[in-house]
């Protein structure tokens, strides 16, 4: 089990920001930005890649409810996941980063490898 399954059952403590039936809101441990919030499903989904389009759905209006409640649907947000091995993913249960609460630099692309000539 990951550790977000075992956050889902309670075994360990998380500092919630929004939760129903369905998902969960929590603060990074380690964040990025002032506001930085993780969004998953409670279902067991390992990522964005194996996710149906009705839970997509669903967990659309959440973070829309989520941005709200943090006022960041106004000032603005950025919302990544990570899926699979090159991106990074660390924790294999489908989530969301919301990062906001500042002017948000975009650095990460000058880290990536921008030869394509492997895919085309
Ligand atoms: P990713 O690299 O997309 O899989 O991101 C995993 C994220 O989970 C990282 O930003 C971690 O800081 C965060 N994280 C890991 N364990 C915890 C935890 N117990 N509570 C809150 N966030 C966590």
Known sequence: MTVFGKIIRGEIPCNK???NDDFLAFHDINPKAPVHILIIPKKEVQN???A?????GEMTLFIHEVAKLMGLDKSGYRLITNNGKDSGQEVMHLHFHM?????LLWPHLADADTDTKNFF
């Open 48 to 50: 964005f890649q194996s």
């Open 17 to 19: 920001v929004l939760e």
């Open 99 to 103: 990062l906001g609460g500042s002017k």
């Open 52 to 56: 149906d389009a009705k839970l997509i």
